[in-house]
């Protein structure tokens, strides 16, 4: 019980002394208590706060387990990779002080058993994660973090009235357990769609993300894209009663849901020309594969059980390997691409990508044989995403290869033995826990996919040789011009579209307000002061009335 609470309380003390100069090392200890707990700490385990706001309940289960042990394991890596990195020297404490919050915040809900313990860890997380965002205090970092806060406190407010409305059904009880006995109301089950929907970048919710990584210092994004953004995941697993027949309607929405984020993040991603914002739209695609996970376990209620641990196995395999990649990104953005960085890449690409072998294909085996019987089409979309990710992996490595770096600079010894130790376990851990079949997986569609980029990368090298002529020149800057008399067309109508929407607003409110005062006027003229203010109090009285009677039914 004392581990679980040094989970959240040690980050959260630390931060305190995150500005000492002797705090070097304070992340690096920080996520220790989490691993232990993953480690020693049996299920079933749990500690209560009576005292503490409304009685916070910490605990570990299964799933808790999981994701506490590939969460701390990463934010210990990525720890251990930024004590060297060039972001503890030019920024230090403040660094520092969001790191430790954002891990305090990401711990703590996953060891949290009830309603406001999770949404106080959800929001700490999220809040603390802006400062991140906006650590190099760019024009282009602040835009980035102003985008990002925006729509965390959208999703955090959505979040917040689930949760008051879900405590308001259970007369205030805000534990998971008396939560999972009845069903929610369709509305609450709508705002924990979208406000974890938006940690987990669904398609639509998304516009935060592909910035967001593009300028959050590496060992902070490795974190954010590998742990932080599985806490929408966990929240849809804490808060949503799995093996409810009353969902599948919602299940079948998360399923289209999800493949649309497939396939919008691979498409979206292969017109990137950057790294970061490439694997910035690989997470969304590979968000869209858990959301499709999470709609199976709703759609088919009775294989729930099956479907979540598959579900979660995944998450862990991605979170892995989505944060190696960002490290060693950040290596070659520090000091351009080594051999030996280049090899660990191709060997990250291919694990994302599910190749034979890899904890992807262990991950994606496990996930494709919970499916039920009925889910053979998301079995058959399930290798179109190992395709399409292989084609994301492929052009991820060309541009990686082509990357400019400025002054180089050289790397530390804790950069690299973090990345390094990371990358092993990613190679050993699939090869220990797997089987010869579930590691032999995705064979085929990988294959196609490294074929085809094969041929594109072939082809494209005649391309340029073909565009110089001057007959392509020429046809080019036709075409251009075409395109500037079509856009301006475009903005003259869209321009006086707006200015008739205008006039007839501004008419609609001039006779609105016209009518109104004369409304007014005669209620003073025909009444005294006393029946006007008791004219005014019913007024009140009814629309409170209809508000309460709203939130009452909507329960």
Do not use: C
């Not at 309940?57 to 251990?80: E, K, N, P, V």
């Not at 949290?112 to 970092?141: C, E, I, K």
């Not at 110089?468 to 011009?481: C, D, E, I, P, V």
């Amino acid at each position: 019980s004392f581990i679980l609470l040094l989970v959240w309380v040690l980050p959260l003390s630390l931060a305190v002394l995150a500005g000492q100069r002797y705090a070097r090392w304070t992340t690096v200890i920080a996520p220790l208590p989490a691993l232990l707990a993953a480690a020693v700490v049996p299920v079933g385990s749990s500690i209560s706060l009576p005292w503490l706001l409304l009685g916070v309940q910490l605990g570990l289960d299964d799933t808790g387990r999981i994701f506490l042990l590939f969460s701390g394991l990463l934010w210990l890596i990525a720890s251990l990779y930024g004590a060297g990195s060039e972001t503890h020297r030019r920024h230090g404490a403040r660094y520092r002080i969001f790191f430790l919050l954002a891990m305090a915040g990401n711990l703590g809900l996953i060891v949290a058993q009830d309603m406001l313990s999770f949404y106080l860890g959800f929001t700490l997380m999220g809040l603390a994660t802006y400062g991140l965002v906006a650590q190099s205090r760019s024009q282009h970092a602040r835009r980035a973090a102003r985008r990002y806060l925006v729509w965390t406190i959208a999703g955090e407010m959505l979040l917040f009235v689930a949760v008051v409305m879900l405590a308001a059904q259970h007369s205030g009880v805000v534990s998971f357990s008396v939560l999972h006995s009845s069903t929610p109301a369709g509305l609450v089950i709508l705002m924990l769609l979208v406000g974890f929907g938006i940690k987990l970048a669904l398609p639509g919710l998304h516009l935060w993300l592909p910035q967001a990584y593009a300028v959050t210092p590496t060992p902070a994004v490795a974190v954010f894209s590998g742990s932080m953004i599985n806490a929408g995941l966990l929240g849809w697993l804490r808060f949503l009663p799995l093996g409810n027949t009353a969902l599948v309607d919602w299940g079948q929405l998360l399923l289209a849901t999800g493949i649309a984020g497939i396939f919008f993040g691979a498409t979206a991603g292969l017109l990137q020309r950057s790294p970061r914002l490439l694997l910035g739209y690989s997470s969304i695609s590979k968000m869209g594969v858990l959301t499709s996970g999470m709609g199976a376990a709703l759609a088919w209620p009775e294989m729930a059980s099956v479907v979540v641990a598959a579900v979660v196995i995944y998450a862990a395999h991605h979170a892995l390997v989505k944060g190696a990649l960002f490290l060693g990104l950040g290596l070659v953005e520090r000091e351009g691409l080594r051999p030996w960085i280049g090899v660990g890449l191709v060997f990250l690409a291919l694990a994302l990508a599910g190749a034979p072998l890899t904890s992807g294909a262990f991950a994606k085996s496990v996930l494709t044989s919970s499916l039920p019987e009925g889910a053979q089409h998301l079995v058959a979309l399930l290798a179109a995403s190992a395709f399409a990710t292989t084609l994301l992996m492929v052009r991820f490595l060309f541009l990686t290869r082509g990357l400019r770096v400025g002054k180089p600079l050289p790397l530390p010894a804790e950069s690299i033995s973090a990345w390094l130790i990371l990358v092993v376990i990613i190679a050993v851990f699939p090869i220990v826990i797997g089987q010869a079949g579930q590691l032999m997986a995705n064979a085929a569609p990988v294959l196609l996919g490294a074929v085809v980029s094969l041929m594109v990368l072939l082809a494209s090298r005649h391309f340029p040789a073909r565009i110089t002529s001057r007959q392509y020149r020429s046809l080019g800057k036709g075409f251009a011009l075409r395109r500037r008399r079509a856009i301006r067309q475009l903005v003259y109508r869209g321009e006086l579209s707006i200015e008739t929407l205008q006039s007839a607003a501004r008419n609609h409110y001039e006779r609105l307000r016209q009518t109104m005062e004369q409304g007014f006027l005669q209620l003073r003229w025909s009444s005294d002061d006393d029946e006007h203010w008791q004219l005014a109090g019913g007024l009140w009285l009814g629309i409170g009335g209809l508000l309460l009677a709203g939130f009452i039914f909507s329960l």
